[in-house]
């Protein structure tokens, strides 16, 4: 067995990636070892510590325990998950139709498509929209929000030509219709692409704010997002943690506002983060799965 040559060149690159890894984890590291850290000692923590001082789930339970956050939590959820399986499900079927060679107006179906995706249209006329369908201050306006995203379904569309058109002509002389074609060739053959645009639209779903906050208004329909940059950015503290039970029964001078505020995001980033090692489990094999020869 050949070892790798080992290179001057190859050195350096190491180095610069991993100092660029370092300085990007660095922060990351540093919100955790706040979060875990206890109340009396957290104040001995620097920025660029990465290491707690001391030990206390405190400010998780005191964040945790606010039926908010709770509330907040299984509506970002719900957005997240059935927002994603309905623009994967979407953007794969259309982006199928779309790479059929006897589909009649898709070059103007495709100049649209690309008008779109670059004159986006403005907040007062979605909001419009929103309301003409009775769907403001209602979670299904986040989930039927752009369930498709013109640039994933180009992606989309350049993975299912790959696919050897002999073998959805075999499975149609064989009595397969599109839709069977679809399901048992179609998404197979594509698990690569699925699981990379599933994670971008679950990404894009899981981190909207903004939007939430124009067409989401009632405090039970509140997203996590939302809540996040309402305590973090806006500093508003009784929102989140002013009415909860634990801390009528605990000393609020001991809680520090930043630890508070670090266990606040390490709750909106964990769910994400559990994300990657699920798709890398199952991108490695998908790529050995996807491959056809003829």
Known sequence: MVGKKFTLPKLAIGLVLSLITLVMFIPVINIFARAFSHP???????GLGVIPKGFSLINFQVVLSNPIVGQAIGNSLFITIVGTCFSLFLTTITAYVLTRKNLVGKTPIMIFLIIIMIFEPGYVQEYFVMKDLHLLDSLWSMVLYRMINVFYLVIMMRFIEEIPESLMEAAKIDGAGHLRVFV????PLSRIPLLTIGMFYAIAKWNEFFKSS????SPNKTVLQVLLRQFVVERDTSTLVGITELLKNSNVAQLDFNALKAATIVVAM?????????ILKYYTSGVMEGGVKE
């Open 40 to 46: 009396d000692k957290v104040h001995e923590l620097t």
């Open 184 to 187: 048992r060739i179609v998404l």
């Open 214 to 217: 124009i067409f989401l208004s």
């Open 270 to 278: 964990v769910p994400i983060l559990l994300l990657y090692p699920i």
